[in-house]
């Protein structure tokens, strides 16, 4: 399975982004799948997950800020970041949950500034 996320970048406090992860070679078509982040000096965290039937679920500091959401026709898992705040700066990656792949893949870089 490969795992490729995109669309990280820097922006400034209260900007937006998108974060999109296709996912490749899973023959799992109903798998629960979650982004996750990974702060420097901290443990990869998971940010959210989104069921097959759409069912979604959030950590609370991110609740009301990013909105997770899958095309499973396209085997396509996004993240939708607003009101983004400078402790949000991680490298994120997508990865099923709660059962990971192995392969990871690289992650985007997301930096916000203050």
């Known amino acids: 399975v490969q795992l490729q996320a995109s669309g990280g970048g820097l922006v400034q406090a209260g900007e937006s982004l998108r974060l999109t992860c296709v996912v490749s070679?899973?023959?799992?078509?109903?798998?629960?799948m979650g982004w996750y982040r990974r702060i420097p000096g901290n443990q990869r965290e998971r940010v959210a997950y989104?069921?097959?039937?759409?069912?979604?679920d959030y950590i609370d500091s991110v609740k009301g800020r990013f909105t997770i959401s899958r095309d499973n026709a396209k085997n396509t898992v996004d993240l939708q970041m607003d009101s983004l705040k400078p402790e949000d700066t991680a490298v994120y990656y997508c990865?099923?949950?709660?059962?990971?792949?192995?392969?990871w893949g690289q992650g985007t870089q997301v930096t916000v500034s203050s």
């Open positions: 990865n099923r949950y709660p059962i990971n792949y192995t392969n």
């Open positions: 070679g899973s023959t799992d078509s109903v798998a629960t």
């Open positions: 989104i069921t097959i039937n759409g069912y979604t």
